[in-house]
């Protein structure tokens, strides 16, 4: 499902692993925020969380890569969307997966 996540070299990730909670509902927030329904990790790449998807995305650019999401309360950059390349945007509700990275406290 995931061009990064389905090989060798995944390791799982839970939300209890998240050492630490950077303000997630803190406060208003234009940071996308999600709640996982897993995580893997990919050597070498970083973890991607598999999330529904919040809304409605195109699914060329979603407007998640290159921009900071919350991602079971942690803040993390998002580096990439995994989807099906299924025609059509992205749909609310849909699997998808973000790989992403810690970003610096």
């Not at 995931?2 to 234009?30: F, L, M, P, T, W």
């Not at 079971?72 to 997966?97: N, S, T, W, Y």
């Amino acid at each position: 499902m995931y061009r990064y996540g389905c090989s060798g070299g995944v390791e799982s990730r839970h939300a209890s692993d998240a050492v630490h909670d950077r303000g997630a509902g803190s406060g208003v927030s234009d940071v996308p925020m999600f709640a996982s329904k897993g995580w893997y990790r990919v050597r070498g790449r970083g973890w991607v969380a598999v999330i529904y998807c919040d809304r409605e995305r195109d699914r060329a650019d979603s407007g998640l890569a290159g921009a900071p999401v919350y991602v079971d309360g942690e803040q993390f950059m998002c580096l990439a969307v995994e989807c099906h390349p299924k025609g059509g945007p992205i749909r609310q509700g849909e699997e998808i997966g973000l790989l992403v990275r810690e970003t610096p406290t």
